[in-house]
């Protein structure tokens, strides 16, 4: 055998070989164990929705089904890929996703919905969007100007004291604020619960709240907040809610409503939980979980 044909040989030796390590067509699914049918079973159960279960194994490209369960959720599944990397439309989704959050981190709070609104511009004691970030105690509390405003324009002593801080994602707060404040306002009116004058705080941390309300004495306080912008969403706003006449406070003493925003919580649904948790919160006169209260 000559050195060429030998050589030959390797090569397709070789390159075969290769072939076999890339093959990723696509293969049969194993079957399921009964062990793992029936969690996929409780799965689907807490999601609250008929849908198909996914193959336990296989191509997700051979997986005709698997629309009805990644339309339940936005995470990023079943993306596939391009050779070892992300296909070109999820890497380009992504860094739009990033880009978006990144400017919801600097966004500013649009002075024409808050006025739209009713609310009451103040400014908490960073200076600055770059201070805020640096410096998350100065965002916790009023500027010496804006304590001035709330001494001078707020109504004493409501039953509830609402607040819009813009937190990580002013977007969030312009984007759903319309969407909530109008009709929370109009239910907790109907359920007979006086709503003080509403303000919002730029370069606000949660806590911007609880100096607001302690200044007008209210007996329970919503904050409104921009989220921590994720990789799906930099729309989504946070509801706070704090019975404030406590002897001592800490941060379990607090009720959550989260992910408000048309992919997650819709505001509308929102609306009617703050102004249940509301009312339970004042007939209780408690909030959160610490009930050391």
């Known amino acids: 055998m000559s050195d060429d044909t030998r050589i030959r040989d390797i090569v397709r030796l070789i390159v075969e070989e290769e072939a076999k390590a890339l093959d990723t067509g696509p293969k049969a699914p194993e ?7 029936g969690l996929a079973k409780r799965v689907a159960g807490w999601l609250g929705a008929d849908m198909p279960l996914p193959p336990a194994v296989g ?4 997986d005709t089904s698997r629309e009805g369960y ?16 992300l296909r070109t439309d999820t890497a380009l989704t992504f860094l739009a996703d990033h880009a978006a959050a990144r400017d919801a981190v600097v966004s500013e709070i649009e002075e024409s919905v808050m006025d739209g609104l009713g609310f009451i511009h103040l400014h908490s004691a960073a200076a600055d969007k770059r201070e805020f970030l640096v410096r998350p105690d100065l965002g916790r509390r009023l500027s010496v100007d804006a304590a001035a405003v709330v001494g001078r324009e707020a109504q004493r002593s409501p039953r509830v004291q609402i607040v ?5 994602s002013a977007t969030a707060i312009n984007v759903n604020l319309p969407r909530v404040y109008p009709g929370l306002a109009a239910e907790l009116a109907r359920r007979g619960i006086r709503v003080g004058t509403p303000f919002a705080v730029t370069n606000g941390r949660v806590a911007a709240g609880d100096d607001v309300a302690r200044r007008t004495g209210a007996e329970l306080l919503v904050t409104l ?16 809610i704090t019975y404030m006449r406590v002897k001592s406070f800490n ?16 505001p509308d649904e929102a609306m009617i939980q703050i102004a249940e948790l509301t009312e339970k919160s ?4 408690k ?3 610490d009930f050391n209260q």
Do not use: F
């Open 59 to 62: 191509d997700w490209r051979a």
């Open 164 to 168: 819009a801080v813009d937190g990580l």
């Open 225 to 240: 907040v921009g989220e921590r912008p994720g990789l799906k969403t930099a729309e989504s706003m946070g509801a706070y």
């Open 31 to 37: 079957p399921r164990t009964p062990a793992d049918a």
């Open 287 to 289: 909030t959160g979980v």
């Open 282 to 285: 004042l007939a209780e006169r």
């Open 251 to 266: 941060e379990a003493m607090r009720y959550v409503v989260s992910n408000i925003h048309d992919g997650g919580l819709r």
């Open 70 to 85: 990644l339309a339940a959720s936005p995470a990023r599944l079943g993306v596939g890929r391009a050779g070892s990397r």
